[in-house]
């Protein structure tokens, strides 16, 4: 098993829907969590963190946590164009590795 | 404040040659990331600088890698003897510490002809 895994890709959505990221790990005492946006060609872009079960708000973005099933996910509200890129999960794994091990990524695609 | 840079943003050399990346972090941030990103992947870490030392450096694949930071501030990423394999994009980043958010600069794409 990967140490991270995301949903594999492309994910389609239309416009104005909620798009659903997830992402799984394997180190059961990991504490921080990240979700990254990446436009092609473009380096990756912070746009969540998370450190504690339950769920984080912020604008059209939620992050949600389960550590009891080590899963982590991104919802996206009201989908927009603008939201087409790769997003990455990031998973500081202090125990196992003592460092952020990124997923491989999903792709979405928000179609007008 | 200013994000993370880095120079070049690409750079094109021959297989055998010797190629170094920069990159300067964000003001304050002590700790320092290298990664590296080929297409369809995510970053793949190389190393870790807590200050001038480098803290963990697990991930450089072999000895023609290395890097410094001498100051502990601007890191430079050094590659002996390029190999064609060696083509991707290298990623800096920077936070405040080890599990803390990081910020990353916009890549330096190298192309090892």
């Known amino acids: 098993q990967k140490e991270v895994e995301q949903n594999s890709g492309p994910l389609s959505v239309p416009e104005g829907a909620i798009a659903s990221l997830n992402c799984t790990y394997s180190d059961r005492v990991s504490q921080s969590f990240f979700w990254y946006r990446q436009y092609s060609g473009k380096s990756p872009e912070l746009i969540m963190s998370?450190?504690?079960?339950g769920d984080k708000e912020d604008g059209r973005f939620t992050a949600q946590l389960n550590k009891a099933s080590q899963y982590v996910s991104l919802l996206i509200r009201d989908s927009q164009p603008s939201d087409s890129a790769t997003y990455l999960c990031?998973?500081?794994?202090?125990?196992?590795?003592?460092?952020?091990?990124f997923g491989p990524g999903t792709s979405l695609s928000v179609i007008p | 404040g200013a994000g993370v840079s880095q120079t070049p943003s690409n750079k094109v050399t021959e297989k055998g040659k010797y190629v170094e990346l920069r990159c300067d972090p964000i003001s304050g941030h002590t700790a320092l990331y290298w990664y590296r990103q080929s297409l369809g992947q995510g970053p793949e870490f190389l190393i870790y600088?807590?200050?001038?030392?480098?803290?963990?450096d697990s991930g450089l694949p072999n000895d023609r890698f290395f890097a410094v930071r001498p100051e502990g501030s601007v890191s430079t990423l050094k590659i002996q003897r390029t190999e064609r394999g060696d083509s991707a994009v290298y990623l800096c980043?920077?936070?405040f510490g080890r599990g803390n958010e990081q910020y990353f600069g916009p890549g330096t794409r190298l192309t090892v002809t």
């Open positions: 980043a920077s936070s």
């Open positions: 998370i450190y504690s079960n």
């Open positions: 600088f807590q200050g001038t030392g480098a803290a963990d």
């Open positions: 990031a998973v500081y794994m202090k125990t196992s590795y003592d460092k952020v091990i």
